[in-house]
């Protein structure tokens, strides 16, 4: 029993370590007024017909805070990445000088801001309930333990140590929250 009760724990800890990750991710995404070469992840280019990351089609960087290179592999790619990066809708302009592309980030407004916040707010509160509902999961397996014998001790216990792991998560959720807002709305 005390063994299943590990595996239990070990899988609250994975999955919750997952939704930090996948917060992380999607907080890389939104900008902060600052170049990041985060921001162009998950655009697809089209290469000889078929879709690459343009991270495996060209060499990203950012030169400066307020502007990303793009650097395709070959330059028959720069109107394919360019193409790319005006269908994924991120409000940014490529400019290309035909050796390669540079985006400009323009700094954003108050207005802009705020809706960057709240988007990061509902970020994190997605991932607390992936958190929270990983503790119900949890939960409810070792209730299921009790009924195939577990001690209501045993049980309570790991229920409290479910807890605390979820709270440990929330507050590691928190502080990202806390340091991405200042990011923003730091001008």
């Known amino acids: ?9 070990d899988d609250a800890k994975e999955r919750m370590a997952k939704a930090i990750e996948h ?3 999607e907080l890389g995404k939104i ?15 089209d290469y000889y017909g078929s879709m690459s990351p343009l991270s495996q089609v060209a060499n990203i960087s950012t030169p400066d805070a307020r502007t990303i290179a793009i650097q395709p592999w070959e330059k028959s790619l720069i109107t394919s990445i360019e193409k790319a990066i005006m269908a994924a809708n991120l409000g940014l302009n490529p400019d ?15 207005e802009r801001r705020h809706d960057l916040v709240k988007q990061v707010k509902k970020e994190c509160e997605d991932a607390k309930v992936s958190s929270r509902n990983t503790r119900r999961d949890c939960n409810e397996e070792l209730k299921r333990l009790k009924k195939e014998g ?12 479910v807890q605390k792991i979820t709270d440990s998560f929330i507050a590691k959720i928190d502080d990202m929250y806390t340091v991405k807002e200042k990011d923003i709305l730091t001008v």
């Open 96 to 110: 290309n000088n035909g050796e390669m592309i540079r985006i400009n980030i323009p700094p954003l407004t108050e």
């Open 1 to 9: 029993m005390q063994e299943e009760i590990e595996l239990i724990l």
């Open 31 to 45: 900008r902060a007024g600052k170049a990041n070469t985060k921001m162009l992840e998950g655009i697809l280019v």
């Open 150 to 161: 577990l001690s209501e001790d045993l049980e309570k216990d790991a229920e409290a140590e």
């Open 23 to 25: 917060l992380d991710n």
